[in-house]
T-cell receptor
Framework: RKEVEQDPGPFNVPEGATVAFNCTYS??????FFWYRQDCRKEPKLLMS???SGNEDGRFTAQLNRASQYISLLIRDSKLSDSATYLC?????????FGTGTKLQVIP | EAGVVQSPRYKIIEKKQPVAFWCNPI?????LYWYRQNLGQGPELLIR????????DSQLPKDRFSAERLKGVDSTLKIQPAELGDSAVYLC???????????FGSGTRLTVV
């Protein structure tokens, strides 16, 4: 089993739709979690940290489920500009692992 | 605040030639990372520095790759000799410390021909 797994997609959704991605991790001792956004041929950029209690930033909501060992990212009211690849990142003791990313395409 | 600065942006070299990448992290960021990203994959860690000390270089192919971070600020990553399979984007990132999310530079796209 991979340390961090994501559905590569692509997820093709219409503007205004709600879309959710999951990311599973194998190490139960993982300590912190992040979502990054990466546009085509650009570097990854931190979207949001994922807190145990869940957190929200505008249209974006991140949640952590330690029992089932996954994190999720929910995007409400999708915009064309949300089209990108979303990478989950899991940090354990002395180690940080990136997922391979989930590609989102928002369609007019 | 200036972000993480990397140079060059693009590099094309013939196999067996040496190549070097340079990174200037955000001022005050003690932790510096070098990642390699292949097309359609997530970034893979090559080496992590805490100040000038390389604290995790377990994924660095030491037969041909080397890195240094003199004075705990700028860093260079070198490949000698380069192989065709080294073609990738090399990303540098920095953070205040390892507990925080980090900022990436724009990367160096290496093509080995």
């Amino acid at each position: 089993r991979k340390e961090v797994e994501q559905d590569p997609g692509p997820f093709n959704v219409p503007e205004g739709a709600t879309v959710a991605f999951n990311c599973t991790y194998s190490n139960s001792a993982s300590q912190s979690f992040f979502w990054y956004r990466q546009d085509c041929r650009k570097e990854p950029k931190l979207l949001m940290s994922v807190y145990s209690s869940g957190n929200e930033d505008g249209r974006f909501t991140a949640q952590l489920n330690r029992a089932s060992q996954y994190i999720s990212l929910l995007i409400r009211d999708s915009k064309l500009s949300d089209s990108a690849t979303y990478l989950c990142v899991v940090r354990g003791y002395q180690k940080v692992t990136f997922g391979t990313g989930t590609k989102l395409q928002v369609i007019p | 605040e200036a972000g993480v600065v990397q140079s060059p942006r693009y590099k094309i070299i013939e196999k067996k030639q040496p190549v070097a990448f340079w990174c200037n992290p955000i001022s005050g960021h003690n932790t510096l990372y070098w990642y390699r990203q292949n097309l359609g994959q997530g970034p893979e860690l090559l080496i992590r520095y805490e100040n000038e000390e390389a604290v995790d270089d377990s994924q660095l192919p030491k037969d041909r790759f080397s890195a240094e971070r003199l004075k705990g600020v700028d860093s260079t990553l070198k490949i000698q000799p380069a192989e065709l399979g080294d073609s990738a984007v090399y990303l540098c990132a920095s953070s205040i410390d390892a507990n925080y999310g980090y900022t990436f530079g724009s990367g160096t796209r290496l093509t080995v021909v």
